[in-house]
C-alpha cells in the first residue's frame, strides 16, 4: 500500500484494479473542474461514481491520497485507451471556474515535488514531459480538456521545477511573491531595497523585464498569455513626498499607457507608501509590461517590497 512520503493523509477507496506488478512511467495530471476538497475526496474515494485517482491535491496544496501506487486508479481512461494502466493520476481542485480553471502556486508547487518523488522513487533519472503530462494530452483532441488553461499552462513550469528539486534546489520557487525589480534604466543592476531619487524630467524605469516565467528567476513573463494578479510595491521616504505611477506596455518599439487606478501617491506621516496595481490582461506575443515610478523632484525614497502576486495562464 504505497503512498506518496508527501501524502498528508488518505482516503481510502475499493476504486480501483489489482492489475499485478505496475511499471508507474508517468504522472497523469488533472483538474476537478469545481467542487470543494471535501466534495472532491469523497467523489473520489467514498462515492458510487466509477471514478477515483491516485491522488487528490487541495487547494491547500495537501495531496490526500487514494488508490496506492500498486493499484490502476480509475481516472484517465476511455473506450480503447488504458492510460491509466502504468500511470499515476492526480485530481487537482480548482480554486476559479471557467474559462481559466485556477489552482494555487502551492498546488503547482506539490505537483513539481510529486513528480521529482516519483522520478526518484520508480527510476526515471530526469523528468520530462513524457513523465508529466496532461489529461487532456493522452485522448484524442477534443475529448476533454482537462487540465483547465491555468494548469495545462504550468505543465512545462512543473517538469522544469521537478528537475531543479532533484538537483537540490530549494527555497521559495513559485512565481508569485517575487520581487520583480531588475534594474533602472541606465543603471546597474541592484537588488530592492534601493533608493529612487527624484528629477525633474525622466520617468525612473523599474527595468521588470517580463521575459518568462521560469521558476527561480526574478523576472516574470512576456506575452504571450493572460496575466491575472497584483503589483505590490511598497516605499519609504520623506512624508509628503510625492510619487506618480505609470503601467506601459511595449510592443517593440511602441509603447502605450495602461489605465491604472489613483496614480499619484503621497508618503504617508510614518513614512510609508503601499500602492497595489490589479492586472488583469492578455499580452500579444513579445509584449512587455513595464512599472514607471516619479519621484518629486529633490526627493528619495527606498523600495522596500516590490512584488507580483497572481497567476499566468496560456
Ligand atoms: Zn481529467
Not at 533608493?195 to 523585464?209: A, L, M, P, S, V
Not at 521575459?211 to 506575452?223: L, N, Q
Request: with cysteine; hydrophobic share 35%; aromatic share 8%.
Amino acid at each position: 500500500m504505497t503512498h506518496s512520503p508527501l501524502t498528508a493523509w488518505t482516503a481510502p477507496t475499493s476504486k480501483y484494479n489489482d492489475i499485478g506488478p505496475r511499471a508507474v512511467n508517468r504522472l497523469i495530471i488533472h483538474h476537478t473542474a469545481g467542487g470543494t476538497n471535501d466534495g472532491n475526496i469523497a467523489v473520489l474515494s467514498s462515492s458510487s461514481r466509477e471514478v477515483s485517482a491516485s491522488y487528490c491535491l487541495l487547494t491547500t496544496g495537501d495531496l490526500v491520497g487514494i488508490v496506492p501506487e500498486e493499484y490502476r486508479p480509475w481516472t484517465s481512461n476511455a473506450p480503447g485507451y488504458d492510460n491509466d494502466r502504468n500511470s499515476v493520476t492526480v485530481e487537482t481542485v480548482n480554486t476559479t471556474g471557467a474559462p481559466d480553471w485556477g489552482v494555487s502556486w502551492a498546488q503547482v508547487e506539490k505537483l513539481a515535488q510529486l513528480a521529482a518523488d516519483l522520478c526518484k522513487r520508480y527510476g526515471w533519472g530526469r523528468v520530462d514531459r513524457s513523465r508529466v503530462v496532461g489529461h487532456r494530452e493522452v485522448l484524442p483532441g477534443g475529448y476533454t480538456e482537462c487540465p483547465g488553461p491555468f494548469l495545462h499552462g504550468q505543465l512545462n513550469n512543473i517538469v522544469d521545477r521537478a528537475n531543479a528539486i532533484l538537483s537540490g534546489a530549494t527555497g521559495a520557487p513559485a512565481p508569485n511573491g517575487e520581487e520583480i525589480v531588475k534594474e533602472f534604466t541606465g543603471g546597474s543592476s541592484r537588488k530592492a531595497p534601493q533608493k529612487i531619487k527624484g528629477g525633474n524630467t525622466e520617468y525612473i524605469t523599474f527595468r521588470d523585464k517580463w521575459t518568462d516565467d521560469k521558476w527561480g528567476d526574478r523576472t516574470i513573463a512576456r506575452g504571450p498569455g493572460f496575466l491575472s494578479g497584483t503589483i505590490n510595491i511598497a516605499m519609504e521616504g520623506e512624508a509628503g513626498t510625492r510619487v506618480a505611477f505609470q503601467l506601459v506596455r511595449e510592443t517593440g518599439e511602441n509603447k502605450n499607457r495602461l489605465q491604472i487606478a489613483d496614480p499619484r501617491k503621497t508618503i504617508d506621516s510614518l513614512g510609508k507608501l503601499s500602492f497595489q496595481i490589479n492586472f488583469n490582461r492578455r499580452l500579444a506575443e513579445g509584449q512587455l509590461v513595464r512599472l514607471l515610478a516619479r519621484v518629486q523632484n529633490g526627493k528619495e525614497v527606498e523600495v522596500t517590497e516590490f512584488y507580483w502576486d497572481g497567476g499566468r495562464s496560456e
